[in-house]
């Protein structure tokens, strides 16, 4: 009897030591999945740096010592008339500081165009009793300096795609200007050369030297296509008499990534950027006017970091 219950006792207790071991196989051989963590969202700064060129084309007047010089002229036909470097010369940059919904923004360009008479029209103004022939030439060299404070007022994810984000800042700040503007008349008659200098060549030359700054205030949207595939539509208005009558500017670009290091991601850029001002100062022989709008395609490299 005793050894019955003694078999029973051992066969029970193999039975229980089975199923836990089951139990425990069990266990191990389907684990739950640990969710997938959200990327970390980026902190602090960053900033960006897009160097670019310009294909500038001119279409307005410019009025030197109170001679007015019409000019339209595209980027090719600046191409075809006059030399690089010392008839046509360009260094632009775009830059951006941002940290949460606040940037900071900088465009800065120094350009400089020498138009030769097939691409001017001179005409001249009473003070100046002065006949000219058809030949005349222009000569501008300038630095354009913007800076802006920028704050992102709405964004919206997933508006035109799954994975799409959309944003809306606007912006205010300055742009400085400085131009120094050298016209070369051919004359034909008699002239009043009170503001004129004579040069060697039996021409006349007028130069002068501006700046003025134009307070601005814009509007942003920026737009993700796709992953690493960007558009960014921006335009502002200025001048309002402060600095220039009246100003404006309009800029579109897409960027895309090609390249990503552990600190960098580096972008191709391409758009089209327009700027027009319509600046005036003095009268007569004292007369300075800058009445132009400046627009072509641009190409540039961006770093972000």
């Known amino acids: 009897m005793n050894f019955v219950l003694a078999r029973s006792a051992i066969i029970a207790s193999v039975i229980v030591i089975g199923l836990s071991q089951g139990a425990t196989a069990a266990d191990v051989a389907l684990p739950t999945k640990a969710p997938i963590a959200p990327p970390p969202a980026i902190q602090g700064w960053t900033y960006s740096l897009t160097p670019y060129v310009w294909a500038t084309s001119l279409s307005g007047s410019t009025t030197v010592k109170g001679r007015t010089t019409d000019i339209d002229a595209s980027f090719t036909d600046i191409l075809d008339h006059t030399q690089f470097p010392k008839g046509l010369f360009q260094l632009a940059a775009f830059g951006e500081a941002r940290y949460g919904r606040f940037g900071l923004l900088t465009d800065i360009a120094y350009m400089k165009l020498g138009l030769g008479a097939s691409l001017t029209r001179s005409r001249g103004v009473d003070e100046l009793g002065l006949s000219v022939g058809a030949s005349a030439g222009l000569t501008v060299e300038m630095v354009i300096a913007e800076v802006a404070a920028a704050y992102e007022i709405a964004r919206w994810n997933g508006l ?20 120094h503007a050298d016209a070369q008349l051919a004359v034909s008659g008699t002239v009043n050369i009170l503001g004129l200098t004579r040069t060697g060549n039996g021409t006349f030359s007028a130069s002068a030297d501006v700046s003025w700054v134009d307070p601005l205030v814009g509007a942003r949207l920026r737009h993700q296509l796709a992953p690493g595939w960007n558009l960014v539509v921006s335009g ?15 800029l579109a670009t897409l960027d895309w990534e090609f390249c990503r290091s552990k600190s960098v991601t580096w972008s191709g850029m391409v758009g089209y950027k327009a700027l027009s001002v319509d600046y005036s100062q003095g009268s007569g022989l004292t007369h300075y006017e800058y009445d132009m709008t400046m627009y072509g395609p641009i190409f540039g490299v961006t770093a972000r970091f």
Request: charged letters at 10%; a neutral charge; zero cysteines.
């Open 160 to 179: 035109t795609s799954p994975g799409s984000n959309t944003a809306l800042d606007l912006y205010a700040g300055g742009r400085v200007w400085w131009q």
């Open 236 to 250: 502002d208005v200025g001048g309002f008499g402060a600095g220039s009558k009246f100003s404006w500017q309009a």
